[in-house]
């Protein structure tokens, strides 16, 4: 499952990549960065909305990580790969507004992609006739939100990096600034909290 | 352990299909652009200036003891330099006193040739008027009239 999530990651960042293009946006070519947004931006969507549950936040969140990195990339030096530099970014920033947001959380929820029709896991837990798979997939995603919204923040985001983005422990350890048993204990804790509030839809 | 958790993992995976389309992420970029020259306008320097420096320390990841020992460390340095103050404070005046009065009074000795003498050249640029002894009453010249007197009266 390890080896899966990570030979999930690296073809998606080949380094050379991010570099030249890092490299050109400092020299002063814009289009350069423009790139790098398009690269990135679903894959810190992700990370940001499942974080906040709510679409507009994540929009304006979105958009202020990747104006702050566009503005800090002078002072980007390359200790780091470029993928965890933004995502450091990401994360710190995502982390602020959750904390000064509070309990005022209202949820904005994306729709569900039609492919999760044809997911192996998703027909393997509605494996039933349709119009129950459809009751089932509006309810299952109030459901799986509201109990990532009752997880602290710093375990919303280990599960979000981990479970929804695939990252593997070393990647998150580092992009978080822990170390790679914090992470394991972290998601430990939360799988448990989650079994606890999703107890209903374990077994269909 | 992870096997338990099996079916909460796959419910979270699920949650990779809850996205907000691909027209979104095709105007993003056009937003992006947008937002950053409506910044320009109204973002004042200082407000930029400080968001860079927070990046950047935010990038750098300090151990938390080295807050410590950096504070220790000042605060180390400011009390030695108290206590020495402290011990003695006639001392800290005085250095300061001789810097200023010995500056004018330095003489530089140059040698000219082997078999010349000596000279004592001083060694500030500027000429110094000639002071007062220090001793005596001053000195008074008399007869003596400004020209312009004279002049007057001489046919």
């Given at each position: 499952m390890e080896d899966q999530k990570t030979a999930e990651i690296d073809p998606q960042n080949p380094p050379n990549e991010d570099e030249a293009l890092v490299a050109r946006t400092q020299s002063g070519d814009p289009v350069a960065f423009d790139a790098l947004?398009?690269?990135?931006?679903?894959?810190?969507?992700?990370?940001v909305y499942n974080m906040t549950s709510n679409h507009e936040d994540t929009n304006d969140l979105l958009q202020e990580i990747f104006a702050k990195a566009f503005r800090s990339l002078n002072g980007f030096r390359g200790k780091s790969s470029f993928y965890t530099w933004i995502h450091t970014i990401?994360?710190?920033?995502?982390?602020?507004?959750?904390?000064?947001?509070?309990?005022?959380?209202?949820?904005s929820l994306d729709d569900v992609d039609s492919n999760i029709q044809n997911d192996k896991d998703f027909l393997e837990m509605t494996a039933s006739s349709d119009p129950v798979r459809e009751a089932y997939l509006g309810e299952l995603q109030k459901k799986l939100n509201e109990a990532l919204q009752k997880l602290s923040i710093e375990h919303r985001m280990v599960v979000t990096m981990f479970d929804v983005q695939g990252m593997p422990h070393a990647e998150i350890a580092k992009?978080?600034?822990?170390?790679?048993?914090?992470?394991?204990?972290?998601?430990?804790?939360?799988?448990?909290q989650l079994q606890n509030f999703l107890q209903e839809f374990k077994k269909p | 352990m992870q096997d338990d958790f099996s079916d909460v993992q796959k419910l979270l995976r699920l949650k990779r299909y809850e996205t907000p389309g691909e027209e979104y992420f095709d105007s993003f970029l056009n937003e992006f652009h947008q937002r950053q020259r409506a910044e320009l306008i109204r973002t004042p320097l200082w407000q930029i200036a400080w968001d860079r420096l927070q990046t950047f320390f935010a990038e750098v990841r300090v151990p938390k003891m080295a807050y410590v020992g950096s504070f220790a460390a000042v605060t180390i340095c400011v009390l030695a330099a108290i206590s020495q103050v402290k011990d003695n404070p006639?001392?800290?005046?005085?250095?300061?006193?001789?810097?200023?009065?010995?500056?004018?009074?330095?003489?530089?000795?140059?040698?000219?040739?082997?078999?010349?003498?000596?000279?004592?050249?001083?060694?500030?640029?500027?000429?110094?008027?000639?002071?007062?002894?220090?001793?005596g009453s001053p000195r008074y010249v008399l007869e003596t009239r400004p020209v312009s007197f004279g002049a007057q009266n001489s046919f």
């Open positions: 947004i398009r690269k990135y931006t679903p894959r810190l969507y992700s990370l990401a994360v710190n920033m995502t982390i602020n507004f959750v904390k000064k947001r509070g309990r005022r959380t209202q949820m992009i978080l600034g822990i170390s790679e048993g914090t992470v394991r204990s972290r998601l430990f804790y939360a799988h448990r | 006639m001392k800290a005046g005085a250095i300061a006193d001789t810097k200023q009065s010995a500056a004018p009074a330095t003489e530089r000795l140059v040698a000219l040739s082997t078999d010349s003498p000596r000279i004592r050249i001083p060694a500030s640029d500027h000429f110094e008027p000639a002071s007062l002894p220090a001793t």
